[in-house]
T-cell receptor, first 115, second 113 residues
Framework: DVKVTQSSRYLVKRTGEKVFLECVQDMDHENMFWYRQDPGLGLRLIYF???????EKGDIPEGYSVSREKKERFSLILESASTNQTSMYLCASRLMHSSGANVLTFGAGSRLTVL | GENVEQHPSTLSVQEGDSAVIKCTYSDSASNYFPWYKQELGKRPQLIID?????GEKKDQRIAVTLNKTAKHFSLHITETQPEDSAVYFC????????????FGTGTKLQVIP
């Protein structure tokens, strides 16, 4: 089974702090994603990366940046955390089958609270 | 870009009844439509998917239907059981390229024993 591991399950940070959320996958997938999950808003895409050093903005990139220096690792960075970034953050890795199926495997999530 | 709308946001059914969740999409280039289930405190997991060259797909008690003309697709769960209680997300994308995956806002299904 593909494993997508998020380094921190729960984090509490203060406004203005720099926050790093780390995600590692072990199946050599090219594509990786960062979503945030909020009640009533579903899964909203922050950034995605389809290869090493490649990144694309998702639907809500403001206030975030990402880093993909190695294929297995995709980091989400909050340069200056704000209270409206309190959320559950989900990392995902994608396997693209030759059949056309796109299977996202999610990590367990990182619940960030910004005080 | 793709926009996916999902209804209803919450759904309560009696155990044994059927549940239907509906999604619409905007991009006619989308050709792959997965459904994910997220149980409380757990990560979303793929439960079924359908490609645009197929109108319906079934897997035991779950089925998905697709109407490309109307740009809508639905998840059907028959003979619901308490373990079906979860949040369900639909998504739509073009599987041909390295496209972002756009999800609907989710449906919280509660199956009442």
């Amino acid at each position: 089974d593909v494993k997508v591991t998020q380094s921190s399950r729960y984090l509490v940070k203060r406004t203005g702090e720099k926050v790093f959320l780390e995600c590692v996958q072990d199946m050599d997938h090219e594509n990786m994603f960062w979503y945030r999950q909020d009640p009533g808003l579903g899964l909203r895409l922050i950034y995605f990366s389809y290869d090493v050093k490649m990144k694309e903005k998702g639907d809500i990139p403001e206030g975030y940046s990402v880093s993909r220096e190695k294929k297995e690792r995709f980091s989400l960075i909050l340069e200056s955390a704000s209270t409206n970034q309190t959320s559950m953050y989900l990392c995902a890795s994608r396997l693209m089958h030759s059949s056309g199926a796109n299977v996202l495997t999610f990590g367990a999530g990182s619940r960030l609270t910004v005080l | 870009g793709e926009n996916v709308e999902q209804h209803p946001s919450t759904l309560s059914v009696q155990e044994g009844d059927s549940a239907v969740i509906k999604c619409t999409y905007s991009d006619s280039a989308s050709n792959y439509f997965p459904w994910y289930k997220q149980e409380l405190g757990k990560r979303p997991q793929l439960i079924i998917d359908i490609r645009s060259n197929v109108g319906e797909k079934k897997d035991q008690r779950i089925a998905v239907t697709l109407n490309k003309t109307a740009k809508h697709f639905s998840l059907h769960i028959t003979e619901t059981q308490p373990e079906d209680s979860a949040v369900y997300f639909c998504a739509a994308l073009n599987s041909g390229g390295y496209q972002k995956v756009t999800f609907g806002t989710g449906t919280k299904l509660q199956v009442i024993p």
